[in-house]
């Protein structure tokens, strides 16, 4: 597959899902994340209130940056680049992270969903070929409600999950049909040093 020169997707898979759906997804995402059950870890936070979870996260979505990225893989650059979101915080502890200030000491802000939606909106103008979320996994119920808010304004760019591996199997679910590209970074076929180097004693099964 050649991607140079090559335009977005035409037609994203959340585009096959009726708003209502959407929204749907939206509701029961919210659902896991209060006790929060975004991920493995389970640490029933009530992020809905003021409790901020294992990873620091809490209600809204929290991100540390966004552009148009042409670091990431080629057939995800293609002309344009990969539009970058990176989410602060983050449900694992690697000690190595080359992110470390945005995933471990949360360098960032809060984006309340309808300002999210227009960074997905601006990444599309100004040529991305994708929406690549960044260390998404706990953030996904804000996340979706901007890609709800971000559709009815126009967003046409496939979505990319990009993340650590960490994942709940409700969560994933849920994103069937929302999401076109999953990118797992898989870290570890040892627990001992999954547990040692991110606090993830369960890695293995869990990715």
Not at 126 to 152: K, Y
């Amino acid at each position: 597959m050649e991607p140079r020169g090559r335009g977005p997707m035409t037609h994203p898979t959340y585009l096959g899902l009726s708003q209502v759906e959407l929204r749907n997804r939206v509701a029961r995402l919210d659902e896991l994340a209060s006790p929060c059950r975004l991920c493995p870890r389970a640490c029933g936070v009530n992020r809905a209130g003021a409790g901020r979870g294992f990873c620091g996260a809490g209600r809204g979505a929290w991100v540390a940056s966004f552009g148009p990225h042409l670091g990431e893989e080629r057939v995800l650059v293609g002309a344009g680049g990969s539009g970058t979101i990176f989410f602060s915080v983050c449900n694992l502890r690697c000690l190595y992270c080359q992110n470390y200030a945005i995933s471990q000491l949360g360098e960032g802000e809060e984006v309340p969903a309808r300002d999210l939606a227009r960074v997905m909106l601006y990444l599309q103008g100004v040529g991305c070929q994708n929406v690549n979320l960044v260390t998404p996994s706990h953030q996904a119920p804000p996340i979706v409600d901007a890609l709800a808010h971000a559709r009815e304004a126009g967003l046409r760019l496939p979505v990319v999950w990009n993340c650590g591996g960490y994942e709940s199997v409700a969560v994933l679910r849920l994103l069937d049909g929302v999401v076109d590209i999953y990118m797992p970074d898989f870290k570890y076929g040892d627990n001992a040093v999954a547990t040692a180097l991110s606090s993830a004693p369960d890695y293995v099964e869990r990715a």
